[in-house]
């Protein structure tokens, strides 16, 4: 199975969207699975189920930092270039979707619980989510194979 594969497949099967796309990174990132699925654990829900920035995209910039950003606080040129690379997949992000706030993509207020059984019920997570996690995790795998 391919990474976009799994992490739809992970996503499916109740990990945060945040941890199906860092996840499927972990070996570019010197990191074991389960430490990223945990690290990237509250990133879902657009920060805490606070509706804010995509999970997913959120995820994006969290593996972009462990492959560009600095070790220590002399490292500036390296920081700039984590920050300039996830400056560039935020706009991408926004540019295709025109959004990327939770609130504005899914529509829910995670923290009813009433909404968020009726959101799963009606399929919102796959229809307004899943194309996010696939639009980061191919957007990444590309970013990786250019090098």
Do not use: W
């Not at 805490?48 to 995820?59: D, F, K, N, Q």
């Not at 390296?78 to 300039?84: H, S, T, V, Y």
Request: glycine share 10%; aromatic share 6%.
């Amino acid at each position: 199975m391919n990474r976009v594969d799994t992490a739809l497949t992970m996503f499916s099967e109740g990990s945060a969207c945040s941890q199906a796309v860092a996840t499927v990174f972990s070996q570019d990132l010197g990191m074991d699975e389960a430490t990223v699925h945990r690290l990237t654990t509250a990133f879902g829900g657009g920060m805490g189920s606070r509706l804010h920035t995509c999970g997913a995209l959120s995820a994006g910039v969290f593996v972009l930092s462990g492959l560009h950003g600095s070790e220590q606080s002399n490292q500036q040129e390296q920081k700039l270039e984590a920050k300039a690379e996830a400056g560039a997949l935020i706009d991408d992000f926004q540019n295709q979707f025109h959004k990327i706030n939770c609130r504005d993509i899914l529509g829910v207020e995670l923290t009813n619980p009433e909404a968020l059984a009726a959101a799963k019920a009606e399929g919102r997570f796959q229809e307004s989510c899943a194309p996010c996690v696939r639009f980061v995790v191919e957007y990444l795998e590309n970013h990786i194979k250019k090098g």
